[in-house]
């Protein structure tokens, strides 16, 4: 019912923009002004919500958006960050895969640098375990995870960057490019 809500009021923005479109606008314009109203209407939909997919879906297409830093917090607040053992408990979900459990765990370990918590969150990305499946999402943690000395993720990586097209590369680049491991707290632990 929430999405129903959701997608009539991106359309009727949509539509009153276009209403509004003049001759001195672009199509760039209304393609950006667009793309914030779907964000913004992505981000009232899912900002109550538990179900912690939901959250990973919002920072997968808007990774740098208006509500990334929420989200993002939404998500440290959720689950351990830098607790002793999340690490494990993160491992031992994906293993016996209860993938919501593991991205609970393994997400955070992900953003605080940890290579092998980025390898499984991008195989969880690049198969659709947990989530909807993201190449570019993928492509950015085992591309992290690799250079952090995690070897597996290098067939993973190498498959995604064979059968990614131009755009999506340049995403996963930029989001590389932009990313910065979380600060462990004083203390914490894996």
Not at 40 to 55: P, V
Not at 97 to 117: C, H, I, K, S, T
């Amino acid at each position: 019912m929430a999405w129903f809500r959701v997608v009539g009021t991106v359309l009727a923005f949509v539509l009153a923009g276009c209403a509004s479109f003049d001759a001195g606008e672009t199509a760039g314009d209304l393609q950006t002004e667009t793309r914030g109203v779907s964000e913004l209407a992505l981000w009232q939909s899912i900002e109550e919500t538990e179900n912690l997919s939901l959250i990973h879906k919002y920072l997968s297409m808007y990774p740098n958006g208006r509500f990334a830093q929420p989200a993002r917090v939404r998500l440290l607040e959720a689950g351990p960050v830098d607790t002793p053992g999340a690490l494990a408990r993160g491992l031992a979900a994906y293993r016996d895969n209860q993938y919501d459990e593991a991205l609970r765990f393994l997400w955070p370990q992900a953003e605080l640098g940890e290579p092998l918590a980025q390898q499984k969150l991008g195989l969880m990305y690049m198969a659709g375990w947990g989530m909807d499946p993201d190449a570019v999402q993928a492509f950015k943690w085992l591309t992290l995870a690799e250079a952090g000395g995690a070897d597996a993720a290098r067939n993973s990586r190498e498959f995604l960057d064979a059968t990614m097209d131009p755009d999506q590369h340049e995403a996963a680049l930029s989001l590389i490019e932009a990313y910065r491991p979380l600060p462990r707290a004083p203390g914490g632990g894996v």
